[in-house]
């Protein structure tokens, strides 16, 4: 019989800073199970890490992993203490993250179909957009700040003794976040609070408004610790030639004599020599002030200043992506150049729309991002190998720019590319079919739950009743009970009212432990012939499958494609004959055959494609990639790359603009 592999895990040191900041449920993170992390697939058009050389500023790098950019699909909590695990402990230069900021918003990505206007015969472009929830921002105050707790522990774990780490906030919870950084790494390694500008709203009301309407966010810079310097950067601000005192303060004797008949005024001394003085007044540097006779230098007229903690010049967010929360490339630069230096690793376990690993790569930087949103992952995904193809052609001599920022110019001598490939894996099979916001979404609507925007732990109300969704990867099970318990005791019985749990099927013991549960319950209310009526935390079940009513809409018809592939000479010829997505005609509540009497190319449905012409079975090696880059442009649906010499197995991934994918496998070509 096989021994059992042990589990592998990390531990912590306790965070040693002051003052501590205490809520409901505080518990210092000592420790974590690693999980796992699998490989999905692999970016590398230069081919770059089949080379055997090894490749400068890589010594340090973990042996698990290949010498690229890193995706981890995943919670990042845990993918953080695998990366503790496996090698990147103190290896991390700057961590650039912006959480959620408790904001109890809903963050929509605006899906819309290529090419397509007006496609429900209204006027308006917007028409034709579908808003796709990426996740929620509701939290109660305690869960909030045991997540950044945790999740701050974890990262100063992988920093560098010199490093850094950068939090983006709004005021919702910054001053609670400023308190746990204090804590976490010790309020002595506070540098900044950078203020940065939002766009700007004007939302007013006849009769007033409650609050005025937030102007800037908030960006905690601190430090590891030990000797660190900031290189400041620069901002616009042109001066003309101008003349400034020559003394400076404190005594200092071989700095006082007489000058133009003026002694240092008390306790002050001039800036020169004596002789270094007649060099500059011989120059025409030094003057007496003409109105006071006071010795002055010039100083040369300057374009640039250096910035101080106000950006009032650059805004946080930027659009586009079409991706929630997306930040200012701009803005990450500055960041990334003040802290760090070409070959230096970033972070950002709140990867996003992929702003920070974006730059990371424009700026000659290694880089790692993690976040447990799929869309997040593939919208990162795209925008890399955008970058990298154009880096390519740069470096091939087809390219006319390189490395060019929002609204700013190209570098003139931008670093070149830590690497010209990254590799996405998945953490602790953290994948699912249908993203349970987006599941949870087509469950409100249909049975007709009020969301909450409130309440971080129930989805909702149906009537005077509270509703939990369970997860969708996973039958009703006693856990998922026992969190509701904990939640009720955590509340101590401020709250009476029924529970609804919705959920895709029911273990045998979760059935067993609700009659437990239920058969103990005080009663609220009787009715007219005395009889309980209500039930104090009575749990009622609702089985979305198990019901006829609610069985179809959750059944999920996934998209399809149907691909072809053959070898014309030297050549594999892919081309790709239909394609259609049920669920963006379900989105969009159109028939069928009215949605295909409307949008006569399937491509507007696709988008992006991702060929593997020596698919293993495994990893999925992206050897060729469509990527539109503007909203109106289409895929080509038709390739050739070269053909091997043997028989092969090509491997084609659509996605569509929704994010679903379709994997075709076709063998023996």
Known sequence: MAEKTPKEEIKLEEAKGRPLLTWLGKRPLSGMVVRPAQPMHIFDPSGELKAEAPRQNWSDWSSHYPTSGLLFFGDNKEALA?????????????????????????????????????????????????????YRDIWNNDSYLQFMYDRLSLLKELLKDDGFIAVHLNSTRIHYVKCILDEVFDGSNFINEIVVKRIRKNFSGANGVVSLNEGCDYILLYSKGGEVRLKPPKIYSPKEERWHSFDAPSVRLNLSYELFGKMPPPNRHW????????????????????????????????????????????????????????????LIKLFIEMTTNPGDLVLDCFVGSGTTVAVAQKLGRRWIGCDLNKGAIQTTSKRLQTIIQKQLEKSNGNGAKQNGFDGMEPPKQPPPPAQLSFAVYRINNYDLQIQHNEAVELVCQQIGVTRSKTDSFFDGTLGNKLVKIVPVDHPLTPLDLEAVKRELEARRGEEQRAIVML??????????????????????????????????????????????????????????????????????????????????????????????????????????VELDPAYNGNVFNVVFSDLPEKKNDLIVGVYELPAPAQSTTIAIRITDMLGEEVLKVIQNV
């Open 271 to 330: 800036m020169r020599t004596q002789e270094e003085a007649q060099k500059m007044i011989k120059a025409g540097e030094l003057r007496p002030n003409p109105n006071t006779g006071w010795p002055e230098y010039s100083i040369e007229a300057t374009e640039l200043m250096d910035r101080d903690t106000l950006w009032e010049d650059i805004t946080a967010s930027a659009f586009t992506t079409g991706y929630p929360t997306e930040k200012k490339e701009e």
């Open 82 to 134: 695998h990366l503790i695990a496996k090698g990147f402990r103190h290896k991390v230069k700057l961590i650039y993250i912006d959480p959620p900021f408790d904001s109890g918003a809903d963050y929509v990505r605006k899906v819309q179909l290529r090419g397509v206007k007006n496609l429900l015969g209204i006027e308006g472009e917007g028409q034709s957009l579908v808003e796709q929830t990426q």
């Open 503 to 608: 959920c895709l099927g029911a273990q045998a013991d979760a059935k067993e432990w609700l009659e437990h549960w239920n058969k103990f319950r005080g009663i609220v209310k009787l009715d007219e012939g005395n009889q309980p009526l209500e039930f104090v935390n009575k749990i009622e079940v609702v089985d979305l499958y198990g019901d006829g009513k609610y069985s179809g809409f959750l059944a999920h018809d996934p998209a399809k494609a149907e691909v072809k592939a053959e070898r014309q000479g030297e050549k594999l010829k892919i081309t790709i004959t239909t394609f259609i997505s049920p669920t963006i005609i379900k989105r969009l509540k159109l028939d069928a055959n009215l949605f295909q009497a409307r949008i006569s190319d399937w491509r507007s449905m696709v988008n992006s």
